[in-house]
């Protein structure tokens, strides 16, 4: 999932929660399991993690409508939406089981409410926007990291090696003469 990384907007992530969400669905029920109740589980489990990545884009724009009105707040609660922007894009994209999914979601939901609350009481907003503006900001590098024109970096690698025609094992023993590291094998 990771090689075809693509930035989208809020809208286009409740879109491919939606789309997550079905196919998961779909593919449960396809699965052969011991008994519906397991299977009944399973659905309740996919369905949860699809609402906890619509909970988290509509606390982004419950925060953003909230402040809308306030100057200093309102660039802080834009920043607070870019974050989850960027975790949800990363959450949905990245992350293909769907229980995980739901538990990165909800730790950047709690992050977030920690940021709403403290954004709230603040009498110097300074410091939270600070704060917000790390948090996008290193949550939108992480994503970058994953969007590679090539795919995983991986995936890049094992494809140098075929070009430079190197084996495991010559590569290896370069880095070894490199290190210079006696052959274990040999003593």
Known sequence: MAADFTLLNHEQLRQLARILYYKEAEAI????????????KYLRDSRATYQSSIALLDAGNALEGRFRNDGARASVAREIFGYIVNGTN????????????????EKITKHVEMLGNALE????????????TEYRRAMYEYTRRHQTSGGSVSRQFSRWLR???????ALCKGIRRSLNLKDVSRT
């Open 29 to 40: 029920h396809h699965i052969k399991f011991r008994s519906e109740p397991e299977r009944a």
């Open 163 to 169: 070009r430079a025609a190197l084996s495991l094992r």
């Open 90 to 105: 990363h959450a949905l994209q990245s992350v293909p089981n769907y229980s995980l999914r739901k538990d990165y979601v």
């Open 121 to 132: 009481v603040a009498d110097d907003v300074v410091y939270v926007a600070k704060e917000a």
